[in-house]
């Protein structure tokens, strides 16, 4: 059982500007608090001249209000190309679920730059797994508008500084 997904935003900046602000550990924490985590901690494992790889722990409520749940996403994201492969998991859950994926950051014509995501969900559970994964794909499109209006204000914030 797998699921696929697509999601793509535009934005008033460079793609530099854009890949940059993905590369940045306080950005990624300060999304993740945006989008529902009660934590986030994101930091950086490894950084050379063209690479960047970012670690993000996050703890918010479970699925269905199951007490606390743990999340951990590591990126590794690619300066010369704009794009970022990706993985989550959730403790306790490694064995049953995952998500990953890849994220590309590209110059739109005329101007701006666009925001593709791009990932697969696999739930390993028997008979209800693809039920589950529907249920995360009903909720990918919210989550980027949320996403994509928190990069506008981000974006707009950096501007008038």
Partial sequence: MASSFKTSSDFDCSADD???????PEFQSAKALALGAHTATCEIESATDTE????????REGFGGRGKEVATMRMTLDRETRGSTWSQTVQGYERRASVEGVSVVS???GGGARLTVSGTIN???????????????????KIADRETA???????ALKER
Wanted: aromatic share 4%.
């Fill in 123 to 141: 739930i390993r559970i028997p008979l209800v797994g693809r039920v589950i994964e529907g249920k995360i794909l009903g909720a990918i499109q």
């Fill in 150 to 156: 928190f990069i506008r204000d981000r974006l707009r």
């Fill in 52 to 59: 960047v790889r970012l670690r993000l722990e996050t703890a």
């Fill in 107 to 109: 110059e739109v014509e």
């Fill in 18 to 24: 854009l890949f940059s602000l993905h590369a940045d």
